[in-house]
């Protein structure tokens, strides 16, 4: 018998256990309604999901863990959340919910939506930082980030989405929906709100659009070329045409009250005031400008741009935004908490009233490869109680189990500066046996034809098996991952021991034992780590 044959006794259309990580899998995705959703491997920001169009679920959009709602919190209220978690314990999956339930919430609440940020493709930012820094090894660089460069990082991710969006353009990824009539409400957006987006996209910009893309936004905006650099520029241009016409009217066409030497000396010292507005327009400004972004490059260390770019982008805006009082030219952060602060106000304009930001696979990165000290080094800035508390922004971490161990190795001090009792932080991602069995009966159903007859999880094994049975072998297989392994190879083992005509549709106890034992062994061998997954 084959497994296809074994399915289609039971009328079950697709492998309810045959996925084995969320983001590819077809059932999780039809059961949350979250097929919108990029892959989700790839956002980085898979989890974007205000924007997107997600199918009806076909199942209530439920919790499959008991945490889930602790997780999400309310989402009028963003805040915070720490999951650490087991491979194969639903960190993905948990993540895919709150993208679905992002999605429903703005749906129904289209004058208070949520922005979804998925901050989890993390190689482009940490291949930057280790050139930039230049440590001998990735975790001597990642020893030196800085909760300011991931604050960077995520105004980074965002930013440019915003200016597609009101640019009217097609993003190259995870476009934000700010609604059906962004040019007209981005027209009317007040003076404050037009500096803050021409600054935030000056800095924070597609490294090689952003300059070009600053004179697109100013004009989607209506806004003026800073008036003191459009005004200077002109004045060095026409000032030397001005004084050579004044030199000939009054050499060669001189009236009778130009006589005498006192208009040479007029036209000398015009010519001399305008010579040092010349050299410190033209020269001492652009430099000092060229000074400003080169800090502005070695701050940003998550960019790779030059500071030519950036000074291009910021002689267009007005001279407040060059100020470097508003500028990330050093390492603190109080700039970047503006800028954030910036921008969650600037988003509010288009019915945003809050930000979630989910952090998600910082052990995949080709720099990380699961080492945990090089986890630790990447996530420890971010457990900073004052980022992880602004008001309107909810932080949605979900992090390896081993993580969790590197925490409480920790000192007092560590602790009183995270505040992780203000967190909702969960310590460990767990599965009993009965919340296993009804999340795999789920599934079974998912995979049914519409208006099928019910069947349950128990019914595809023998009369002999109990549900305790299932149940308390799905227990030792701890988390969802090793449960769907388990069952997906009770299938294949019965299909492939009785024949078609036999008609033994239903899994025998002993099978069940023999895989349980199986399965159970290289679970426990992988928590040891001395075999893989």
């Given at each position: 018998?084959?497994?296809?044959e074994?399915l289609?006794h039971?009328?079950?259309?697709?492998?309810?256990?045959?996925?084995?990580?969320?983001r590819?899998?077809?059932?999780?995705?039809r059961?949350?309604?979250?097929g919108?959703?990029?892959g989700?491997g790839a956002?980085r920001?898979?989890?974007?999901?205000?924007?997107?169009?997600?199918?009806p679920?076909?199942?209530?959009?439920?919790s499959f863990h008991?945490?889930?709602?602790?997780?999400?919190?309310?989402?009028h209220?963003?805040?915070?959340s720490?999951v650490?978690?087991?491979k194969?314990?639903?960190?993905t999956a948990?993540?895919?919910?709150?993208a679905s339930?992002?999605?429903q919430?703005?749906?129904?609440?289209?004058a208070?939506?949520?922005l979804?940020v998925a901050?989890?493709?993390l190689?482009?930012f940490?291949?930057?930082?280790h050139?930039r820094v230049?440590?001998k090894t990735?975790?001597e660089?990642?020893?030196?980030l800085r909760?300011?460069d991931h604050?960077?990082?995520?105004l980074?991710?965002v930013?440019?989405r915003v200016?597609d969006?009101?640019?009217g353009?097609r993003?190259?990824?995870?476009?934000?929906?700010?609604?059906?009539?962004?040019k007209?409400?981005a027209r009317?957006l007040d003076?404050y709100?037009?500096r803050?987006?021409?600054?935030l996209?000056?800095?924070y910009d597609?490294?090689?659009?952003a300059?070009?893309r600053t004179?697109?936004?100013?004009g989607?905006l209506?806004?003026w070329?800073?008036?003191s650099v459009v005004?200077g520029?002109a004045?060095?241009?026409?000032?030397?045409i001005?004084?050579a016409?004044?030199?000939?009217?009054?050499r060669f066409?001189?009236p009778?009250?130009l006589a005498?030497?006192?208009?040479v000396?007029?036209?000398?010292g015009?010519?001399?005031l305008?010579?040092?507005?010349?050299?410190?327009h033209a020269?001492?400004?652009r430099?000092?400008l060229a000074?400003?972004?080169g800090?502005?490059k070695?701050?940003?260390?998550?960019?790779?741009?030059?500071?030519?770019?950036w000074?291009k982008s910021?002689?267009q805006?007005?001279?407040?935004?060059r100020?470097?009082?508003?500028?990330p030219?050093?390492?603190?952060d109080e700039?970047?908490?503006s800028?954030?602060?910036?921008?969650?106000r600037l988003?509010?304009a288009f019915g945003y009233?809050?930000?979630?930001?989910v952090?998600?696979?910082?052990d995949e990165?080709?720099l990380v490869s699961?080492?945990?000290?090089?986890?630790r080094?990447i996530?420890?800035p971010?457990?900073?109680?004052k980022?992880?508390?602004?008001?309107?922004l909810?932080v949605k971490?979900?992090l390896p189990?081993?993580?969790?161990?590197?925490?409480?190795?920790?000192?007092?001090?560590?602790f009183?500066?995270?505040?992780?009792?203000k967190q909702?932080m969960?310590e460990?991602?767990?599965?009993?046996g009965?919340?296993l069995?009804?999340?795999c009966n789920?599934?079974?159903?998912a995979?049914?034809?519409?208006g099928?007859a019910q069947?349950?999880?128990?019914?595809?094994?023998?009369?002999d098996v109990?549900?305790?049975?299932v149940v308390?072998?799905?227990d030792q297989?701890?988390q969802p991952?090793?449960a769907?392994?388990?069952l997906?190879?009770?299938?294949?083992?019965?299909?492939?021991n009785?024949?078609?005509?036999q008609?033994?549709?239903r899994i025998?106890?002993?099978t069940?034992?023999?895989?349980r034992k199986?399965?159970?062994?290289?679970?426990?061998q992988l928590?040891?780590g001395i075999r893989p997954a």
């Amino acid at each position: 018998m084959t497994l296809n044959e074994f399915l289609s006794h039971w009328s079950i259309t697709e492998n309810p256990f045959r996925g084995e990580e969320a983001r590819n899998d077809a059932v999780f995705v039809r059961m949350t309604g979250s097929g919108g959703l990029r892959g989700t491997g790839a956002m980085r920001v898979d989890l974007q999901t205000d924007t997107l169009a997600f199918p009806p679920p076909t199942h209530p959009l439920g919790s499959f863990h008991s945490d889930f709602d602790k997780v999400l919190g309310d989402l009028h209220r963003p805040s915070t959340s720490i999951v650490f978690g087991e491979k194969g314990s639903g960190k993905t999956a948990m993540r895919l919910q709150i993208a679905s339930r992002v999605a429903q919430h703005n749906a129904e609440h289209p004058a208070a939506r949520v922005l979804m940020v998925a901050y989890d493709d993390l190689n482009p930012f940490l291949a930057r930082v280790h050139e930039r820094v230049g440590g001998k090894t990735p975790l001597e660089s990642f020893q030196q980030l800085r909760l300011v460069d991931h604050m960077d990082a995520i105004l980074h991710t965002v930013v440019p989405r915003v200016v597609d969006a009101i640019l009217g353009l097609r993003a190259q990824d995870d476009p934000i929906d700010l609604g059906a009539d962004v040019k007209r409400v981005a027209r009317r957006l007040d003076r404050y709100d037009v500096r803050d987006l021409l600054l935030l996209q000056a800095l924070y910009d597609r490294p090689e659009q952003a300059e070009h893309r600053t004179a697109e936004l100013r004009g989607r905006l209506g806004a003026w070329r800073s008036m003191s650099v459009v005004l200077g520029d002109a004045l060095v241009l026409v000032g030397p045409i001005v004084l050579a016409a004044l030199f000939v009217w009054g050499r060669f066409f001189p009236p009778g009250w130009l006589a005498g030497e006192w208009p040479v000396y007029a036209l000398a010292g015009l010519g001399a005031l305008w010579l040092l507005f010349a050299v410190k327009h033209a020269v001492w400004d652009r430099f000092k400008l060229a000074r400003t972004c080169g800090r502005i490059k070695k701050q940003l260390r998550v960019l790779s741009r030059s500071p030519r770019s950036w000074a291009k982008s910021l002689r267009q805006l007005p001279a407040g935004c060059r100020d470097p009082e508003v500028l990330p030219i050093g390492e603190t952060d109080e700039v970047r908490y503006s800028l954030f602060s910036r921008l969650r106000r600037l988003i509010g304009a288009f019915g945003y009233t809050g930000m979630l930001v989910v952090i998600d696979r910082v052990d995949e990165p080709t720099l990380v490869s699961g080492d945990a000290d090089r986890m630790r080094a990447i996530t420890w800035p971010l457990l900073n109680n004052k980022f992880l508390q602004q008001e309107g922004l909810g932080v949605k971490m979900l992090l390896p189990v081993e993580l969790r161990h590197a925490l409480f190795r920790e000192s007092s001090a560590f602790f009183q500066d995270a505040r992780l009792d203000k967190q909702n932080m969960i310590e460990r991602l767990t599965w009993t046996g009965p919340m296993l069995y009804d999340l795999c009966n789920t599934r079974l159903q998912a995979c049914r034809p519409a208006g099928s007859a019910q069947l349950a999880l128990l019914d595809l094994f023998s009369e002999d098996v109990t549900r305790q049975d299932v149940v308390d072998a799905l227990d030792q297989m701890h988390q969802p991952r090793d449960a769907f392994k388990f069952l997906y190879r009770c299938m294949t083992e019965h299909a492939s021991n009785v024949t078609k005509d036999q008609n033994a549709w239903r899994i025998p106890k002993l099978t069940l034992d023999q895989i349980r034992k199986q399965e159970a062994d290289r679970v426990q061998q992988l928590h040891r780590g001395i075999r893989p997954a």
